[in-house]
């Protein structure tokens, strides 16, 4: 089986940073593409950021010049460090990977981590 455990959801003023983890482990075979949504209360679930396996992004034009996707093919590991944050940016973040076990890709869900930009 695989896991998605995320981590660095808070709660934090306008204006400031956060950087958010998430881990994949179990019977991975390779990881395809990573990459965070966000789902904020009464609204649908959106793709807030994606890299490739080589390094390629993409982003949400909301975050875009404010946020940024990293990964760390070596452990299994990707980041979204979110700057100059806004009261808009709040929502539930979850991690998301295309995940190859055995022999197919298949996606995998983190369990969802809270940021809440507010003074």
């Known amino acids: 089986q695989v896991q998605l455990v995320e981590s660095g959801g808070d709660l934090v003023q306008p204006g400031g940073s956060l950087r958010l983890s998430c881990a994949a482990s179990?019977?991975?075979?390779?990881?395809?593409?990573m990459g965070w949504y966000r789902q904020a209360p009464e609204k649908e679930r959106e793709s807030v950021a994606v890299i490739s396996r080589g390094g390629s992004t993409n982003y949400a034009d909301s975050v875009k010049g404010r946020f940024t996707i990293t990964r760390d093919n070596a452990k299994n590991t990707w980041y979204l460090q979110m700057n100059s944050l806004k009261p808009e940016d709040t929502a539930v973040y979850y991690c998301n990977a295309k995940i190859r076990v055995y022999n197919a890709y298949r996606d995998y869900w983190g369990q969802g981590t809270q940021v809440t930009v507010s003074s």
């Open positions: 179990g019977s991975i075979v390779d990881i395809n593409d």
